[in-house]
RNA sequence: CGGGGUGUAGCGUAGCCCGGUUAUCGCGCCUCGUUUGGGACGAGGAGGUCGCAAGUUCGAAUCUUGCCACCCCGACCA
Protein backbone atom coordinates (compact mmCIF):
# COMPACT_ATOMS: atom_id res chain seq x y z
CA UNK A 1 0.00 0.00 0.00
CA UNK A 2 1.72 3.20 -1.18
CA UNK A 3 0.49 6.60 -0.60
CA UNK A 4 -0.19 8.30 -3.93
CA UNK A 5 1.99 11.25 -4.03
CA UNK A 6 1.27 14.74 -4.87
CA UNK A 7 3.87 17.30 -6.25
CA UNK A 8 3.10 18.98 -3.38
CA UNK A 9 6.18 19.71 -1.26
CA UNK A 10 4.70 19.04 2.25
CA UNK A 11 3.60 15.45 1.29
CA UNK A 12 7.07 14.84 0.44
CA UNK A 13 8.34 15.86 3.75
CA UNK A 14 7.13 13.26 5.87
CA UNK A 15 10.35 11.28 3.99
CA UNK A 16 12.68 14.25 2.89
CA UNK A 17 12.93 15.31 6.69
CA UNK A 18 15.23 12.27 7.91
CA UNK A 19 17.71 12.92 5.37
CA UNK A 20 17.41 16.64 4.51
CA UNK A 21 16.40 20.26 5.48
CA UNK A 22 15.95 23.12 3.77
CA UNK A 23 18.70 25.75 4.26
CA UNK A 24 16.81 28.73 5.88
CA UNK A 25 19.19 30.90 4.43
CA UNK A 26 16.27 33.75 3.15
CA UNK A 27 16.08 35.74 5.90
CA UNK A 28 17.19 38.51 4.46
CA UNK A 29 19.32 37.40 1.31
CA UNK A 30 16.43 36.32 -0.99
CA UNK A 31 18.43 32.71 -1.59
CA UNK A 32 16.30 29.80 -1.61
CA UNK A 33 16.09 26.64 -2.76
CA UNK A 34 19.44 25.10 -0.74
CA UNK A 35 19.32 22.33 1.43
CA UNK A 36 21.25 20.98 3.98
CA UNK A 37 21.72 17.41 4.06
CA UNK A 38 21.76 15.58 7.06
CA UNK A 39 24.11 12.25 8.25
CA UNK A 40 21.63 10.04 7.56
CA UNK A 41 20.94 11.70 4.00
CA UNK A 42 24.46 12.20 3.73
CA UNK A 43 25.29 8.55 4.23
CA UNK A 44 23.09 7.28 1.48
CA UNK A 45 24.63 9.99 -0.42
CA UNK A 46 28.12 8.17 -0.08
CA UNK A 47 27.12 4.73 -0.53
CA UNK A 48 25.92 5.80 -4.32
CA UNK A 49 29.00 7.88 -4.76
CA UNK A 50 30.93 4.64 -3.78
CA UNK A 51 29.22 2.38 -6.29
CA UNK A 52 28.94 4.78 -8.93
CA UNK A 53 32.95 5.86 -8.33
CA UNK A 54 33.30 1.81 -8.72
CA UNK A 55 31.71 1.22 -11.74
CA UNK A 56 33.54 4.57 -13.50
CA UNK A 57 36.50 3.43 -12.34
CA UNK A 58 36.00 0.05 -13.72
CA UNK A 59 35.15 1.63 -16.86
CA UNK A 60 38.25 3.21 -17.00
CA UNK A 61 37.56 6.29 -15.82
CA UNK A 62 39.75 8.54 -13.55
CA UNK A 63 38.73 11.16 -10.94
CA UNK A 64 40.25 14.54 -11.06
CA UNK A 65 38.88 18.33 -9.88
CA UNK A 66 38.62 21.40 -11.42
CA UNK A 67 37.81 24.84 -9.81
CA UNK A 68 34.53 26.26 -8.98
CA UNK A 69 34.94 29.58 -10.06
CA UNK A 70 34.97 30.22 -14.24
CA UNK A 71 35.90 33.60 -16.12
CA UNK A 72 32.80 34.83 -17.73
CA UNK A 73 34.07 34.64 -21.03
CA UNK A 74 34.64 30.98 -21.30
CA UNK A 75 30.71 31.20 -21.58
CA UNK A 76 30.64 32.95 -24.92
CA UNK A 77 33.06 30.35 -26.36
CA UNK A 78 29.97 28.00 -27.44
CA UNK A 79 26.98 29.53 -28.34
CA UNK A 80 23.73 26.74 -27.91
CA UNK A 81 25.82 26.25 -24.23
CA UNK A 82 25.36 29.99 -23.14
CA UNK A 83 22.00 29.62 -24.45
CA UNK A 84 21.11 27.09 -22.34
CA UNK A 85 22.65 28.67 -18.82
CA UNK A 86 22.79 32.21 -18.93
CA UNK A 87 19.27 32.70 -17.60
CA UNK A 88 20.49 30.37 -14.30
CA UNK A 89 23.93 31.73 -13.62
CA UNK A 90 25.32 32.91 -9.92
CA UNK A 91 27.60 35.66 -10.92
CA UNK A 92 30.78 37.07 -8.13
CA UNK A 93 31.47 40.35 -8.72
CA UNK A 94 33.97 41.56 -5.75
CA UNK A 95 36.36 40.02 -3.81
CA UNK A 96 36.26 41.55 -0.35
CA UNK A 97 33.66 42.86 1.91
CA UNK A 98 34.11 46.42 4.57
CA UNK A 99 32.74 47.44 7.50
CA UNK A 100 30.57 51.46 6.56
CA UNK A 101 30.38 54.28 8.43
CA UNK A 102 27.61 52.62 10.78
CA UNK A 103 29.58 49.32 11.15
CA UNK A 104 27.20 47.74 8.55
CA UNK A 105 29.02 45.05 6.66
CA UNK A 106 29.17 45.90 3.00
CA UNK A 107 30.47 45.30 -0.28
CA UNK A 108 33.70 47.28 -1.11
CA UNK A 109 32.87 48.61 -4.31
CA UNK A 110 36.90 49.26 -4.58
CA UNK A 111 37.17 45.35 -4.67
CA UNK A 112 35.37 45.28 -8.09
CA UNK A 113 36.23 42.24 -10.34
CA UNK A 114 37.71 43.43 -13.31
CA UNK A 115 35.96 40.00 -15.18
CA UNK A 116 33.19 38.25 -13.31
CA UNK A 117 33.49 34.93 -12.59
CA UNK A 118 30.57 32.54 -13.11
CA UNK A 119 29.66 29.97 -10.35
CA UNK A 120 29.73 26.62 -12.40
CA UNK A 121 26.32 25.42 -13.66
CA UNK A 122 28.52 22.74 -15.20
CA UNK A 123 31.80 22.13 -15.96
CA UNK A 124 32.20 21.84 -19.41
CA UNK A 125 34.11 24.90 -20.36
CA UNK A 126 36.84 25.20 -18.10
CA UNK A 127 37.29 21.61 -18.28
CA UNK A 128 37.76 22.00 -22.37
CA UNK A 129 39.66 24.92 -21.44
CA UNK A 130 42.45 22.72 -19.68
CA UNK A 131 41.98 20.19 -22.30
CA UNK A 132 43.14 22.02 -24.83
CA UNK A 133 46.54 22.26 -22.77
CA UNK A 134 46.54 18.85 -22.17
CA UNK A 135 46.13 17.34 -25.76
CA UNK A 136 48.96 17.86 -28.63
CA UNK A 137 48.54 13.85 -30.32
CA UNK A 138 47.00 11.21 -30.83
CA UNK A 139 48.80 9.80 -27.93
CA UNK A 140 46.96 11.90 -25.28
CA UNK A 141 43.80 10.01 -26.02
CA UNK A 142 40.96 9.51 -25.00
CA UNK A 143 41.05 11.48 -22.14
CA UNK A 144 38.30 9.89 -19.18
CA UNK A 145 38.04 12.43 -16.36
CA UNK A 146 35.33 12.36 -13.57
CA UNK A 147 34.36 15.17 -11.22
CA UNK A 148 32.39 15.48 -7.56
CA UNK A 149 31.11 18.74 -7.04
CA UNK A 150 28.68 21.00 -6.36
CA UNK A 151 27.05 23.13 -8.72
CA UNK A 152 25.12 26.35 -8.74
CA UNK A 153 22.06 26.28 -11.27
CA UNK A 154 19.76 29.68 -10.23
CA UNK A 155 16.47 28.07 -11.48
CA UNK A 156 13.05 30.08 -11.41
CA UNK A 157 11.53 27.51 -9.08
CA UNK A 158 13.37 24.88 -6.74
CA UNK A 159 11.92 21.92 -5.50
CA UNK A 160 13.62 19.71 -2.98
CA UNK A 161 15.91 17.54 -3.82
CA UNK A 162 14.69 17.32 -7.97
CA UNK A 163 15.96 21.47 -8.63
CA UNK A 164 18.01 22.56 -5.28
CA UNK A 165 20.40 25.62 -6.63
CA UNK A 166 23.11 24.24 -5.57
CA UNK A 167 23.47 20.36 -5.58
CA UNK A 168 26.15 17.51 -5.86
CA UNK A 169 26.74 15.77 -8.68
CA UNK A 170 29.41 14.31 -10.52
CA UNK A 171 30.34 14.87 -14.30
CA UNK A 172 31.98 13.32 -16.11
CA UNK A 173 33.91 14.47 -19.48
CA UNK A 174 35.61 12.46 -22.11
CA UNK A 175 37.58 13.30 -25.29
CA UNK A 176 38.50 10.96 -27.75
CA UNK A 177 40.27 10.89 -31.18
CA UNK A 178 37.00 9.24 -33.25
CA UNK A 179 33.32 10.09 -33.18
CA UNK A 180 32.43 6.54 -32.84
CA UNK A 181 34.43 5.91 -30.12
CA UNK A 182 32.86 9.24 -28.31
CA UNK A 183 29.55 7.77 -29.24
CA UNK A 184 30.19 4.46 -27.57
CA UNK A 185 31.44 6.19 -24.78
CA UNK A 186 28.35 7.94 -24.01
CA UNK A 187 26.09 4.92 -24.47
CA UNK A 188 28.50 3.24 -22.46
CA UNK A 189 27.76 5.64 -19.54
CA UNK A 190 23.97 5.47 -20.17
CA UNK A 191 24.30 1.46 -19.62
CA UNK A 192 26.19 2.01 -16.24
CA UNK A 193 23.69 4.66 -14.86
CA UNK A 194 21.10 2.30 -15.89
CA UNK A 195 22.56 -0.33 -14.57
CA UNK A 196 23.29 1.64 -11.11
CA UNK A 197 19.41 2.58 -11.28
CA UNK A 198 18.53 -1.04 -11.32
CA UNK A 199 20.60 -2.99 -9.30
CA UNK A 200 21.36 -0.51 -6.09
CA UNK A 201 18.41 1.78 -6.14
CA UNK A 202 15.78 -0.87 -7.10
CA UNK A 203 14.54 1.39 -9.95
CA UNK A 204 13.85 0.33 -13.20
CA UNK A 205 14.57 2.87 -15.72
CA UNK A 206 13.79 3.64 -19.33
CA UNK A 207 17.17 3.73 -21.56
CA UNK A 208 16.24 5.99 -24.70
CA UNK A 209 17.60 9.36 -26.32
CA UNK A 210 16.31 13.02 -26.18
CA UNK A 211 14.24 14.66 -28.63
CA UNK A 212 15.65 17.49 -30.06
CA UNK A 213 14.41 20.12 -27.65
CA UNK A 214 14.99 18.34 -24.74
CA UNK A 215 18.45 17.47 -25.40
CA UNK A 216 21.66 19.24 -23.28
CA UNK A 217 22.46 22.54 -24.29
CA UNK A 218 25.78 21.75 -26.68
CA UNK A 219 25.07 18.03 -27.16
CA UNK A 220 24.65 16.92 -30.77
CA UNK A 221 22.79 13.69 -28.63
CA UNK A 222 21.38 12.88 -25.17
CA UNK A 223 20.83 9.79 -23.86
CA UNK A 224 18.50 9.11 -20.80
CA UNK A 225 17.65 6.72 -18.42
CA UNK A 226 14.23 8.16 -17.52
CA UNK A 227 12.26 6.94 -13.93
CA UNK A 228 8.78 6.41 -13.01
CA UNK A 229 7.39 8.36 -9.47
CA UNK A 230 4.51 6.59 -7.25
CA UNK A 231 2.29 9.72 -8.30
CA UNK A 232 2.81 8.68 -11.97
CA UNK A 233 5.55 11.65 -13.04
CA UNK A 234 8.60 10.92 -14.96
CA UNK A 235 12.02 12.06 -13.76
CA UNK A 236 14.55 12.02 -15.47
CA UNK A 237 17.90 10.35 -13.44
CA UNK A 238 20.77 10.71 -15.79
CA UNK A 239 21.85 11.82 -18.56
CA UNK A 240 24.82 10.75 -21.10
CA UNK A 241 25.69 13.42 -23.61
CA UNK A 242 27.32 12.96 -26.94
CA UNK A 243 29.01 16.49 -27.71
CA UNK A 244 30.46 15.80 -31.07
CA UNK A 245 33.60 18.43 -31.61
CA UNK A 246 31.37 21.51 -30.71
CA UNK A 247 33.41 22.14 -27.07
CA UNK A 248 36.56 21.13 -29.27
CA UNK A 249 35.41 24.02 -31.96
CA UNK A 250 34.34 26.22 -29.08
CA UNK A 251 37.75 25.72 -27.04
CA UNK A 252 39.99 24.57 -30.11
CA UNK A 253 41.01 21.47 -29.01
CA UNK A 254 42.80 19.59 -31.78
CA UNK A 255 45.26 16.79 -32.16
CA UNK A 256 47.72 15.15 -34.74
CA UNK A 257 46.15 12.17 -35.77
CA UNK A 258 48.49 8.72 -36.46
CA UNK A 259 47.99 10.91 -40.56
CA UNK A 260 49.74 13.86 -38.78
CA UNK A 261 46.62 15.70 -39.17
CA UNK A 262 45.31 18.03 -37.10
CA UNK A 263 41.99 17.33 -35.96
CA UNK A 264 39.18 18.29 -33.70
CA UNK A 265 38.26 16.33 -30.82
CA UNK A 266 35.41 14.52 -30.24
CA UNK A 267 33.84 14.72 -26.48
CA UNK A 268 31.28 13.40 -24.57
CA UNK A 269 29.84 14.39 -20.74
CA UNK A 270 27.26 12.74 -18.45
CA UNK A 271 25.86 13.06 -15.00
CA UNK A 272 23.93 12.09 -12.38
CA UNK A 273 22.99 13.99 -9.04
CA UNK A 274 21.37 14.34 -5.53
CA UNK A 275 18.17 14.39 -7.40
CA UNK A 276 19.11 10.72 -7.57
CA UNK A 277 18.36 10.57 -3.42
CA UNK A 278 14.98 12.29 -4.70
CA UNK A 279 14.16 9.75 -7.50
CA UNK A 280 15.05 6.68 -4.62
CA UNK A 281 12.65 8.29 -1.73
CA UNK A 282 9.54 8.45 -4.56
CA UNK A 283 10.13 5.37 -5.91
CA UNK A 284 9.99 2.96 -2.76
CA UNK A 285 8.67 5.02 0.14
CA UNK A 286 5.40 4.58 1.71
CA UNK A 287 3.03 5.94 4.42
CA UNK A 288 5.20 4.78 7.02
CA UNK A 289 8.22 6.60 5.47
CA UNK A 290 11.42 5.29 3.86
CA UNK A 291 11.62 2.75 2.38
CA UNK A 292 15.44 1.92 1.39
CA UNK A 293 16.77 -0.95 -0.85
CA UNK A 294 20.04 -2.81 0.92
CA UNK A 295 22.27 -2.22 -1.26
CA UNK A 296 22.09 1.44 -0.20
CA UNK A 297 20.48 1.64 3.15
CA UNK A 298 23.49 3.35 5.92
CA UNK A 299 21.44 0.56 8.37
CA UNK A 300 20.72 -2.34 7.30
CA UNK A 301 19.41 -3.80 10.44
CA UNK A 302 18.48 -2.29 13.45
CA UNK A 303 18.51 -4.07 16.73
CA UNK A 304 16.13 -3.09 19.95
CA UNK A 305 16.67 -4.31 23.05
CA UNK A 306 13.23 -4.77 25.07
CA UNK A 307 13.96 -4.93 28.85
CA UNK A 308 12.27 -3.85 32.13
CA UNK A 309 15.88 -3.55 34.10
CA UNK A 310 19.79 -3.52 34.14
CA UNK A 311 19.61 -7.47 33.96
CA UNK A 312 17.98 -7.70 31.15
CA UNK A 313 19.60 -5.58 29.40
CA UNK A 314 23.04 -6.68 30.02
CA UNK A 315 22.22 -10.20 29.05
CA UNK A 316 19.96 -8.82 26.29
CA UNK A 317 23.59 -7.12 25.05
CA UNK A 318 25.93 -9.84 25.57
CA UNK A 319 23.84 -12.04 23.09
CA UNK A 320 23.64 -8.71 20.39
CA UNK A 321 27.28 -8.39 20.60
CA UNK A 322 27.87 -11.83 19.82
CA UNK A 323 25.58 -11.30 16.60
CA UNK A 324 26.10 -8.16 15.55
CA UNK A 325 30.05 -9.36 15.75
CA UNK A 326 28.79 -12.22 13.08
CA UNK A 327 26.65 -9.89 11.47
CA UNK A 328 29.47 -7.69 10.50
CA UNK A 329 32.10 -10.26 9.43
CA UNK A 330 28.98 -11.06 6.72
CA UNK A 331 29.20 -7.47 5.56
CA UNK A 332 25.97 -6.49 6.83
CA UNK A 333 25.77 -2.67 8.56
CA UNK A 334 24.13 -3.33 11.95
CA UNK A 335 23.03 -1.13 14.56
CA UNK A 336 22.17 -1.90 17.93
CA UNK A 337 20.33 0.94 19.56
CA UNK A 338 20.19 0.64 23.47
CA UNK A 339 19.05 4.36 24.19
CA UNK A 340 16.87 4.10 27.72
CA UNK A 341 15.72 7.53 26.82
CA UNK A 342 12.75 5.88 23.92
CA UNK A 343 10.70 3.46 24.39
CA UNK A 344 10.59 0.09 21.89
CA UNK A 345 8.00 1.31 20.24
CA UNK A 346 8.63 4.74 19.41
CA UNK A 347 12.08 3.53 17.80
CA UNK A 348 9.77 0.65 15.82
CA UNK A 349 8.47 3.90 14.17
CA UNK A 350 11.40 5.51 14.17
CA UNK A 351 13.57 3.36 11.77
CA UNK A 352 10.66 2.12 9.81
CA UNK A 353 10.53 6.44 8.73
CA UNK A 354 14.03 5.81 8.47
CA UNK A 355 13.56 3.17 6.04
CA UNK A 356 15.88 0.99 8.00
CA UNK A 357 15.37 -2.40 5.54
CA UNK A 358 15.30 -5.40 8.73
CA UNK A 359 14.48 -4.80 12.40
CA UNK A 360 15.40 -7.23 15.37
CA UNK A 361 13.75 -7.04 18.71
CA UNK A 362 14.93 -9.15 21.30
CA UNK A 363 14.00 -9.57 24.90
CA UNK A 364 13.36 -11.28 27.89
CA UNK A 365 10.97 -13.81 26.04
CA UNK A 366 13.60 -14.62 23.41
CA UNK A 367 16.63 -14.64 26.04
CA UNK A 368 14.39 -17.76 27.57
CA UNK A 369 13.66 -19.14 24.07
CA UNK A 370 17.01 -18.72 22.52
CA UNK A 371 15.35 -16.65 19.79
CA UNK A 372 14.09 -13.08 18.42
CA UNK A 373 11.99 -11.22 16.35
CA UNK A 374 13.06 -9.77 12.94
CA UNK A 375 10.27 -7.71 10.72
CA UNK A 376 10.52 -6.84 7.30
CA UNK A 377 10.48 -2.76 6.29
CA UNK A 378 8.68 -3.50 2.83
CA UNK A 379 6.31 -5.69 3.39
CA UNK A 380 5.75 -5.71 7.57
CA UNK A 381 6.31 -9.18 7.87
CA UNK A 382 7.15 -10.47 11.45
CA UNK A 383 8.99 -13.52 12.22
CA UNK A 384 10.40 -15.04 15.19
CA UNK A 385 13.55 -17.29 14.66
CA UNK A 386 16.48 -18.73 16.30
CA UNK A 387 18.79 -16.89 16.96
CA UNK A 388 21.79 -18.88 15.78
CA UNK A 389 19.61 -18.82 11.96
CA UNK A 390 19.88 -15.40 12.28
CA UNK A 391 22.90 -14.73 10.07
CA UNK A 392 21.86 -16.35 7.60
CA UNK A 393 18.17 -15.36 7.60
CA UNK A 394 19.44 -11.62 7.42
CA UNK A 395 21.57 -12.09 4.39
CA UNK A 396 19.56 -13.73 2.40
CA UNK A 397 16.73 -11.82 3.27
CA UNK A 398 18.72 -8.28 2.76
CA UNK A 399 19.02 -10.18 -1.14
CA UNK A 400 15.08 -10.91 -0.85
CA UNK A 401 14.32 -7.40 -0.36
CA UNK A 402 16.44 -5.98 -2.68
CA UNK A 403 15.08 -7.97 -5.55
CA UNK A 404 11.29 -7.24 -4.45
CA UNK A 405 11.49 -3.83 -4.36
CA UNK A 406 12.87 -3.71 -7.79
CA UNK A 407 10.27 -6.40 -8.99
CA UNK A 408 7.28 -4.25 -7.39
CA UNK A 409 8.51 -1.01 -8.92
CA UNK A 410 8.91 -2.82 -11.76
CA UNK A 411 5.45 -4.11 -12.00
CA UNK A 412 4.31 -0.61 -11.47
CA UNK A 413 6.06 1.06 -13.90
CA UNK A 414 5.34 -1.92 -16.91
CA UNK A 415 1.53 -1.16 -15.85
CA UNK A 416 1.66 2.41 -16.17
CA UNK A 417 3.53 2.67 -19.61
CA UNK A 418 0.40 2.86 -21.84
CA UNK A 419 0.43 2.62 -25.80
CA UNK A 420 -1.97 4.71 -27.34
CA UNK A 421 -3.38 5.84 -31.12
CA UNK A 422 -5.77 8.59 -30.79
CA UNK A 423 -5.39 12.31 -28.92
CA UNK A 424 -8.30 11.73 -27.11
CA UNK A 425 -6.66 8.73 -25.56
CA UNK A 426 -3.63 10.20 -24.88
CA UNK A 427 -5.13 13.44 -22.92
CA UNK A 428 -7.06 10.47 -21.37
CA UNK A 429 -4.29 8.33 -20.42
CA UNK A 430 -2.31 11.64 -19.00
CA UNK A 431 -5.62 13.01 -16.99
CA UNK A 432 -6.68 10.05 -15.26
CA UNK A 433 -3.79 7.37 -15.18
CA UNK A 434 -0.55 9.40 -15.39
CA UNK A 435 2.55 7.33 -16.02
CA UNK A 436 4.09 7.03 -19.89
CA UNK A 437 2.28 7.60 -22.50
CA UNK A 438 3.87 5.35 -25.67
CA UNK A 439 2.43 6.90 -28.83
CA UNK A 440 3.32 7.50 -32.61
CA UNK A 441 5.26 11.37 -32.99
CA UNK A 442 5.50 12.87 -36.47
CA UNK A 443 9.21 14.06 -35.09
CA UNK A 444 8.78 17.64 -35.39
CA UNK A 445 9.71 20.19 -32.74
CA UNK A 446 6.14 22.09 -33.44
CA UNK A 447 4.28 18.93 -32.77
CA UNK A 448 5.93 18.64 -29.31
CA UNK A 449 5.59 22.07 -28.46
CA UNK A 450 1.76 22.05 -29.12
CA UNK A 451 1.72 18.42 -27.33
CA UNK A 452 3.53 20.03 -24.27
CA UNK A 453 0.79 23.39 -24.20
CA UNK A 454 -2.27 21.01 -24.44
CA UNK A 455 -1.72 17.84 -21.62
CA UNK A 456 1.81 19.22 -20.14
CA UNK A 457 3.30 16.17 -21.30
CA UNK A 458 6.83 16.19 -22.85
CA UNK A 459 8.64 13.75 -24.49
CA UNK A 460 10.72 12.25 -22.47
CA UNK A 461 12.68 9.41 -24.60
CA UNK A 462 12.49 7.50 -27.71
CA UNK A 463 13.49 4.38 -26.25
CA UNK A 464 16.74 2.71 -26.84
CA UNK A 465 14.54 -0.62 -27.48
CA UNK A 466 12.17 0.84 -29.87
CA UNK A 467 10.22 -1.52 -32.29
CA UNK A 468 10.04 0.02 -35.94
CA UNK A 469 6.55 -0.27 -36.53
CA UNK A 470 4.39 1.78 -39.38
CA UNK A 471 1.73 4.84 -37.55
CA UNK A 472 0.54 8.07 -37.37
CA UNK A 473 1.13 10.85 -35.06
CA UNK A 474 -1.18 11.13 -32.71
CA UNK A 475 -1.14 14.36 -33.14
CA UNK A 476 -1.00 15.17 -36.88
CA UNK A 477 -1.77 12.18 -38.21
CA UNK A 478 1.27 12.05 -40.41
CA UNK A 479 3.66 8.89 -40.54
CA UNK A 480 5.74 7.96 -37.70
CA UNK A 481 7.64 4.59 -37.52
CA UNK A 482 8.45 4.64 -33.98
CA UNK A 483 6.47 5.00 -30.77
CA UNK A 484 8.08 7.72 -28.36
CA UNK A 485 7.28 8.05 -24.49
CA UNK A 486 5.61 10.90 -23.30
CA UNK A 487 4.71 11.96 -19.53
CA UNK A 488 4.16 14.48 -17.41
CA UNK A 489 7.85 15.04 -15.73
CA UNK A 490 9.41 16.98 -12.64
C1' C B 1 8.81 38.07 -13.84
C1' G B 2 2.91 37.45 -13.95
C1' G B 3 -1.57 35.34 -10.88
C1' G B 4 -3.10 33.69 -6.00
C1' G B 5 -1.99 32.94 -0.77
C1' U B 6 0.57 33.05 3.94
C1' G B 7 3.68 35.10 8.05
C1' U B 8 1.70 34.06 16.01
C1' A B 9 7.31 29.34 20.73
C1' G B 10 11.68 24.27 17.67
C1' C B 11 7.22 22.33 14.49
C1' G B 12 1.92 22.59 13.44
C1' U B 13 -1.90 26.06 14.77
C1' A B 14 -6.53 29.20 17.27
C1' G B 15 -7.58 34.22 17.80
C1' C B 16 -7.97 38.87 13.17
C1' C B 17 -14.02 39.98 10.00
C1' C B 18 -16.41 42.86 14.99
C1' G B 19 -9.45 46.36 18.83
C1' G B 20 -10.15 45.54 25.51
C1' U B 21 -7.41 40.95 31.55
C1' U B 22 -1.58 37.53 31.89
C1' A B 23 -2.06 35.51 23.37
C1' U B 24 -5.07 29.49 22.41
C1' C B 25 -4.33 24.43 21.69
C1' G B 26 -1.45 20.01 20.07
C1' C B 27 3.44 17.90 19.22
C1' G B 28 8.30 18.48 20.93
C1' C B 29 11.59 20.11 25.25
C1' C B 30 12.91 20.00 31.02
C1' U B 31 11.92 17.77 36.28
C1' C B 32 9.80 13.83 39.40
C1' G B 33 7.23 9.25 39.72
C1' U B 34 5.05 4.92 37.57
C1' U B 35 6.27 2.44 32.87
C1' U B 36 9.09 -0.43 28.62
C1' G B 37 7.01 -7.01 23.08
C1' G B 38 4.14 -1.01 18.32
C1' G B 39 5.22 6.21 18.78
C1' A B 40 3.37 5.29 27.47
C1' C B 41 0.70 7.84 31.64
C1' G B 42 0.21 11.41 35.69
C1' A B 43 1.79 15.87 38.06
C1' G B 44 4.69 20.12 37.62
C1' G B 45 7.77 23.49 34.50
C1' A B 46 10.47 26.37 30.63
C1' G B 47 9.92 28.63 26.05
C1' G B 48 6.79 34.55 22.35
C1' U B 49 10.45 41.32 19.14
C1' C B 50 2.37 37.95 17.16
C1' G B 51 7.52 39.02 9.82
C1' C B 52 9.58 44.51 9.94
C1' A B 53 8.45 49.80 10.14
C1' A B 54 5.27 53.80 10.55
C1' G B 55 0.26 55.46 11.50
C1' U B 56 -4.93 55.59 13.86
C1' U B 57 -6.46 54.87 19.12
C1' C B 58 -6.91 55.65 26.16
C1' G B 59 -5.58 50.69 24.28
C1' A B 60 -3.29 47.02 18.21
C1' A B 61 -1.74 39.97 16.94
C1' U B 62 -6.53 42.31 15.44
C1' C B 63 -7.69 48.50 11.76
C1' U B 64 -4.59 51.62 7.81
C1' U B 65 -0.13 52.35 4.79
C1' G B 66 4.62 50.89 3.25
C1' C B 67 8.38 47.25 3.15
C1' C B 68 10.41 42.20 3.67
C1' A B 69 10.19 37.05 3.36
C1' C B 70 8.17 32.48 2.17
C1' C B 71 4.57 29.07 -0.22
C1' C B 72 1.42 27.52 -4.38
C1' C B 73 0.23 27.96 -9.83
C1' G B 74 2.77 29.44 -14.61
C1' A B 75 7.20 30.57 -17.89
C1' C B 76 12.70 28.11 -17.12
C1' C B 77 15.29 23.51 -15.85
C1' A B 78 18.77 17.78 -13.98
Not at 48 to 58: I, S
Not at 85 to 94: G, L, P, Q, R, S
Not at 162 to 179: N, P, Y
Request: charged share 30%.
Amino acid sequence: MSKKLTTREEDYSKWYNELVIKADLAENSGVRGCMVIKPYGFAIWEKMQAELDRMFKETGHENAYFPMFIPKSYFSKEASHVDGFAKECAVVTHYRLKNDENGKVVVDENAKLEEELIVRPTSETIIWDTYRKWIESYRDLPILVNQWANVVRWEMRTRLFLRTTEFLWQEGHTAHATKQEAIEESKQMQEVYAEFAENFMAMPVIKGSKSESERFAGALETYTIEALMQDGKALQAGTSHFLGQNFAKAFDVKFTSKEGKREYVWATSWGVSTRLMGALVMTHSDDKGLVLPPNLAPIQVVIVPIYRNDEHLDAISEKVDELSKSLKSNGVSVKYDKRDTHKPGWKFAEYELKGVPLRIAMGPRDLENGTLEIARRDTSEKKTIAIDETVDYVVSTLKTIQDDLFVKALKFRNEHITEVNSFDEFKEVLETKGGFVSAHWDGSIETEEKIKDLTKATIRCVPNNAEIEQGVCVFTGAKSEKRVLFAKAY
